[in-house]
């Protein structure tokens, strides 16, 4: 795997505080742990983080002693640092939030019995404030870091596929050839899988996000791949479907085609200053055309970056818009019970004039029997 440039992580504590003032708070207690990442560079299990005007403070615990200073210091990041057991920490939380009026939590990751002890026992002389978004907010736009991240993990995503597609031809269970699948993805260099792998053939395939069984592959059938590797934190997404020779039927055939064109009419659309649900329309309208409406259940994709699903939403109802830097997927599917499924999904960056794909496995559906 190649030297990744870095990401601008120091400047990240920075555009958060521009943000403090419209949420109406004069601190932050972060709690969820892949925001603490994206502004600290500390990838530990346990940590809070408390965000003020003119300081920050990462506070964890013993096992993160020495790991928490070498992951800041890389990242270029200015925190103070307090470890301690839970009272410890709360006391380094205290101190931090001490005179601090307003402090804002994080709504969607801080639970109705942890909010009532922040509340009781850690910041009692303080207004809790509930925010949302403020770090996700920032974390749309990725840098060019954080791109090369994505582009990796999609690479290696596109190799492992060509290494083990082969032996979708041999009678392989789906279980086994996930499990085939991932071993490449981790041989190639990725930390693992950004999700579990979704291997679906034949009648399982009408269900879009099923679990690997010990179902065997058979010839005419199509089978949906949906896979991604993570790097660095970094996340792919990918599906590609395929079958063992030709499909036993035209109706099988007729639905990649459709799925295939609709696809690539989303990809064409993705670009600076389009709606997002505007791109989901296209995608969509083809699907009904061919009379499939139904048929498609899910959201046409969504933003990709730390976390395997994040912002921007590309549904019917998304109110986004798809600006240069975002990482998003196009993903329509057909799902016919009785015949099977088909997605396909690419990972692309939203470019000024349209977008770049990251994902480059090919398309091609049949494979030799």
């Known amino acids: ?21 419209e949420a109406e708070c004069d601190g932050l207690l972060l709690t969820n742990l892949v925001n603490i990442r994206y502004l600290t560079g ?43 057991a839970l009272s410890g920490q709360r006391e380094a939380v205290t101190g931090a939030c001490k005179g601090v009026a307003r402090v804002g939590l994080e709504a969607t990751n801080v639970s109705w019995s942890r ?8 910041l009692p002389d303080s207004e809790l404030v509930a925010t949302e978004n403020l770090v996700e907010e920032l974390r749309r736009v990725k840098d060019d870091g954080e791109i090369a991240r994505i582009a990796e993990a999609c690479r290696i995503a596109d190799e492992a596929l060509a290494r083990v597609r082969h032996r979708l031809a041999e009678g392989v269970t789906e279980a086994d050839f996930a499990l085939e699948l ?26 879009p996000h099923a679990r690997p069984s010990d179902r065997r592959v058979e010839p005419g059938e199509l089978i949906v791949l949906d896979f991604g590797a993570m790097v660095d934190g970094y996340c792919s997404d990918m599906t590609r479907t395929l079958c063992v020779g030709a499909p036993a039927s035209s109706t099988l055939e007729r639905m990649v085609e459709v799925v295939t064109e609709s696809q690539a009419a989303g990809v ?24 499939w409406a139904d048929a498609f259940m899910h959201s046409t994709g969504h933003g990709v970056g730390l976390d395997i699903h994040e912002a921007p939403t590309v549904s019917a109802t998304s109110t986004d818009t798809l600006v240069a830097g975002q990482v998003v997927t196009v993903e329509p599917g057909v799902y016919l019970p009785e015949y099977g499924g088909v997605r396909i999904e690419d990972t692309v960056v939203v470019t000024d004039d349209g977008c770049r794909r990251l994902t480059n496995a090919p398309k091609d559906l049949v494979l030799s029997a």
Do not use: H
């Open 1 to 21: 795997m190649s030297e990744l440039p870095r990401m601008d992580v120091a400047s990240r504590l920075g555009r958060l505080r521009e943000r403090m003032p």
């Open 182 to 207: 991932d071993f490449e993805i981790r041989t190639l260099g990725a930390s693992g899988n950004s999700f579990e792998s979704i291997v679906a053939s034949g009648p399982n395939g009408a269900k």
């Open 268 to 291: 064409a659309a993705v670009r600076a200053g389009a709606g997002a649900a505007g791109v989901d329309r296209v995608c969509r309208d083809v699907i009904a055309d061919a009379g």
């Open 42 to 84: 500390f990838t530990g299990s346990a940590a809070l983080l408390v965000v003020l005007p003119d300081d920050a403070v990462l506070v964890s615990d013993g096992r993160y002693t020495f790991q928490s200073a070498e992951e800041l210091a890389a990242a270029g990041v200015e925190a103070r640092i307090e470890i301690g």
């Open 115 to 122: 909010q009532r002890a922040f509340a009781q026992d850690w």
